[in-house]
């Protein structure tokens, strides 16, 4: 099932396609992801598209109604085997969608908890992973990876602790968001009543558990990118995870890339991004890895 990594280029429509809605599936859907190297099957806790951020960049469309009020677990569990069976049979492989990369649709590099919104604010998030890891061992999916994409909100509920020690047991890969280095711009660019304080709280004690990736999203607001002491606060609150005990696998640095909900939250250069990255390897000596 491992495959070696391969180059997907962002040109590619499939890469640039993120819809979540695949057939009449709710809580499954199939993406050829870049940072995922591959083909990444999401799993949707959100289908009522609730989230505790409301990011200037946000994609969900929030002005039409979700598809269900809650996940229903016998058929989230019946819809990810089909998928998942429906990729290994290569019947994804014949799909319209797929077709600049059929090859890519066989290996299931990870399955994500991701979607319309923060997967950690459904409340039984522990029976949803263990849902989800059952059947990734049903179907011998061993090198899959379980990843939880987060806006770290959540990760103090008891229920959320649970789940990513049953996501520890079945190859489990944590991709924490930090996006600002201090509480001003975090409101500015996530807009949350949640305090920063307790987002970095949350990751820290989530890293000290196991590493985790910091998925990081740069971008111009105001026709501006993010200033150089706003860039160096945020380096620090990595390197004060770190001088915490938290263990940061690596950051993934990227930028927006589709249009977004504020006209004034647009995208950085690649120039501008890499210049980010650049800082922050040489102020926090982590590997930094930019997808533009
Ligand atoms: S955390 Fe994700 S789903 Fe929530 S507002 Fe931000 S981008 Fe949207």
């Keep these: 099932m491992a495959t070696a990594p391969v180059e997907i280029k962002n040109t590619l429509a499939v890469v640039q396609d993120h819809t979540r ?19 990444s099957v999401g799993v949707n806790l959100n289908p009522d ?11 969900v469309d929030r002005k039409t109604p979700g598809r269900a ?19 290994l049979d290569g019947g994804l492989a014949t799909q319209a969608k797929f077709n600049e990369v059929p090859e890519l649709t066989r290996a299931i590099r990870d399955i994500a908890f991701s979607g319309d919104g ?16 059952d059947v990734k061992r049903e179907l011998g999916l061993t090198d899959t990876k379980l990843v939880l994409i987060t806006d770290s909100a959540g990760l103090d509920k008891a229920s959320v602790r649970r789940g990513l020690e049953l996501m520890d047991a079945a190859n489990g890969e944590f991709w924490c968001k930090l996006d600002a280095g201090t509480e001003g711009y975090y409101q500015l660019v996530n807009r949350s009543f949640v305090k920063f304080e307790r987002i970095l709280r949350n990751i820290l004690e989530t890293a000290r558990q196991r590493p985790v990736i910091i998925q990081s999203l740069f971008l111009q607001t105001k026709g501006a990118p993010m200033p150089p002491e706003e860039l160096a606060a945020y380096c620090e609150r990595l390197n004060e ?3 915490g005990g938290g263990r940061i696998k690596e950051v993934h640095a990227y930028t927006v890339a589709r249009p977004t909900p504020e006209p004034w939250a647009t995208k950085l250069t690649k120039d501008e991004l890499q210049a980010i ?16």
């Design 21 to 39: 809605v695949f057939q009449d599936l709710v809580f499954v859907y199939p993406v050829i992801s870049r940072r995922s190297r591959g083909l």
């Design 49 to 59: 598209k609730r989230c505790n951020f409301d990011c200037v960049y946000c994609e």
């Design 69 to 87: 009020e809650s996940v229903d677990l016998a058929q989230l569990r019946r819809e990810l085997v089909w998928l998942l069976r429906y990729a």
């Design 118 to 133: 923060e997967p950690t604010m459904v409340p039984n998030f522990d029976e949803c992973v263990q849902v989800v890891a």
């Design 241 to 243: 995870i770190v001088r």
């Design 277 to 292: 990255a650049a800082t922050i390897r040489s102020q926090t000596g982590l590997r930094v890895e930019v997808f533009d």
